[in-house]
């Protein structure tokens, strides 16, 4: 591994300047450098509609146009090496963003300014899924612009008109890669995810790895199996799939590249086998490379294994630049500026930059525990749910309000809160629905159930872990929560734009554990607190000031209503979905931009 100095504060201004005329510039930082390999990739995952990159965050403030030209640079500098570099994608790139949620219809900027990118494996995630409108997007937009680039190993489309069920895209892809002609067979999967809208078909992974095609394609004889897929790499789909190509080759490399727990990870599978993730919100750009392919051979080798490396990188034009070995006039391309125009051009055509009030103070999803005064959800039943948890005619009636800790998607900075920051938080259609009149000792219980599981939502086939962030889903067993003496629990370190000296302060960030070790991020970053947090919260309102009420309307989101209802019932109140009304007009996200508007005024 080879660690970088420090380069000067001057030195980087003059090297790295935003493509967004709003993005904080980079801060300097000690680096690691890429390993180039034989067969070398770029990975994206979860963008969920960053493409304008992080306006309050320098290190992760590169946008899609920077990314486009690091993508040239990087095949030009393959081509020049005689190796080859493959980019790939694996799904979630809408819902999180104004950029994609501001418009409507919604993705009418995102989905041309993402195809910009030169992508050669590219799959489906969980919330292109979710609506059959973005159902209908993925298979009349992103399928076409990818063509044969975009693999759909388990997913379906259904035609609305005739009910006709037929693949989203091809279920393999074989092919050579350019320069040295390594020969590729390609999946691409998701989860088992059962929330699609009716117009798409999920099937298991169980289930295709039966099907003949499968059979077929796991019984080549490729240089290299890359699967790719939304999926953790802890969840269990892509141990199934695994196994099933080392039952027929248990000597040819295997790599896959995984998503949706939005965590920077690598797991080893076996000594040929290897598997990284790349995080989320257009943070990270993954990189692996491998060395020691067999290539055009049909002759096993018993002994010898591939070298496998990896590294995460922070996405800003200071390390695009560093890996690049390029600087503010030479990095741009036509085309990475054609695109970060097209962004800066929809961030104005939807005014993302409204004001609607601003933040007194920085609040945390995981870099602060629950309940604490720095916690977003302490916030939310604290302040925000007294106010907005009413109903007309019932405003004096005891209530409680739940929500689920995965409705937040991300942190509210000290500062402007502006119409982006809005879907950045909450960017789903998610109202409120409520029970009238639950026996308090019934309701009182919920929480608890929500927050620890078991059987009763296990037969009504639910997973609780399902309520929280994705990163706490399916855990990588090699990290651990980032303890550190001397950051103080009340200020936690603000990832944000400080003052530039000769040997400036590490920057707060990901300090990633995974399978090959603590050296993955490109970027060495001062360590940040973590805390697991609970699957849901819980707010009090109209309570009398002595005692418990004897009944409650018992008020929470609609997305989590299938747990609601056995719950209750296991409690010892029976209901049913009929007992479920609408409790107030409005979303989550709408209540939530009305009060912050009336309560966040003033100068930022």
């Known amino acids: ?115 910009k990118a030169d992508v050669d494996i590219i799959s489906v995630g969980n919330h292109e899924l979710y609506k059959a409108y973005s159902v209908d997007r993925e298979h009349n937009t992103t399928v076409p612009n990818y063509k044969e680039n975009y693999i759909a190993s388990n997913l379906d489309y259904v035609n609305h008109e005739t009910g006709e069920r037929s693949p989203l895209a091809q279920r393999y892809r074989k092919f050579k890669t350019k320069n040295q002609g390594i020969n590729i067979v390609a999946l691409g999967f998701l989860f088992d995810f059962k929330g699609n809208a009716n117009n798409s078909v999920v099937q298991p992974v169980k289930e295709v790895i039966e099907e003949d095609w499968f059979q077929e394609a796991i019984r080549e004889k490729p240089d290299l199996f890359v699967v790719i897929g939304h999926v953790g790499l802890r969840m269990e789909e892509f141990k199934a799939i695994f196994t099933a190509i080392r039952k027929q080759n248990w000597h040819i490399p295997i790599v896959f590249f995984g998503g949706h727990a939005h965590v920077r990870d690598a797991r080893k599978f076996d000594s040929k086998a290897f598997a990284m993730a790349s995080g989320r919100y257009f943070e990270t750009i993954g990189w692996m490379s491998i060395d020691g392919l067999k290539t055009g051979s049909d002759e096993v080798e018993a002994t010898s294994s591939p070298s496998f490396n990896r590294r995460y990188i922070d996405n800003n034009l200071f390390g695009l630049h560093y890996h690049t070995g390029l600087n503010d006039t030479t990095f741009p391309t036509k085309q990475g500026k054609k695109v970060s125009d097209m962004i800066t051009h929809a961030r104005k055509e939807l005014d993302l930059g409204h004001l609607y009030g601003c933040a007194p103070k920085t609040l945390w999803m995981r870099s602060a525990k629950y309940p604490s005064e720095d916690s977003i959800y302490t916030w939310i039943t604290d302040e925000l749910f007294p106010d907005i948890i009413t109903r007309k005619g019932r405003e004096d009636k005891p209530r409680l309000a739940l929500t689920n800790t995965g409705g937040i998607r991300f942190d509210i900075f000290k500062g402007p809160f502006t119409r982006d920051s809005i879907y950045t938080v909450s960017p789903f259609q998610s109202g409120f629905r409520y029970i009238k009149d639950v026996p308090y000792k019934a309701a009182a219980k919920v929480i608890e159930l929500l927050n620890s599981g078991g059987v009763i939502f296990e037969k009504q086939d639910l ?24 950051v103080e629990e009340t200020e936690q370190t603000r990832l944000e734009l400080r003052g530039l000296q000769n040997k400036p302060a590490l920057i707060a960030g990901y300090t990633t554990r995974d399978d090959l ?15 697991d947090q609970p699957n849901c919260i819980q707010s009090k309102i109209a309570f009398p000031e002595e005692g418990d009420p004897e009944t409650v309307d018992f008020v929470f989101l609609d997305f989590v209503e299938p747990w609601i209802i056995p719950a209750l019932t296991f409690a010892g109140f029976s209901c049913s979905k009929d007992d479920v009304e609408v409790y107030r007009e409005g979303t989550f996200t709408s209540l939530m931009a009305d009060w912050i508007s009336e309560n966040w005024k003033g100068d930022c």
């Open 463 to 486: 997973d609780v872990r399902f309520l929280n962030m994705p990163q706490q889903m399916f855990p990588n067993p090699a990290i651990t929560v980032e303890e550190v003496d001397d």
């Open 517 to 531: 070790g603590d050296d993955g991020d490109d970027t060495v970053h001062e360590a940040v607190k973590l805390y």
């Open 1 to 115: 591994m080879i660690l970088r100095g420090w380069i000067t504060g001057a030195a980087l201004v003059s090297l790295a300047t935003a493509a967004q005329p709003d993005a904080p510039q980079p801060v300097a930082a000690p680096m690691r450098d890429l390993i180039w390999g034989q067969l070398n990739f770029l990975h994206t995952t979860d963008t969920h509609g960053w493409l304008g990159g992080h306006l309050q965050e320098p290190q992760y403030s590169a946008d899609w146009g920077d990314y486009v030209s690091f993508i040239h640079h990087m095949r030009k500098q393959a081509d020049n090496d005689g190796t080859d570099l493959l980019v790939v994608d694996t799904g979630d790139r809408i819902e999180g963003n104004g950029l994609y949620d501001a418009s409507e219809p919604k993705g009418s900027y995102q989905y041309d300014i993402y195809a």
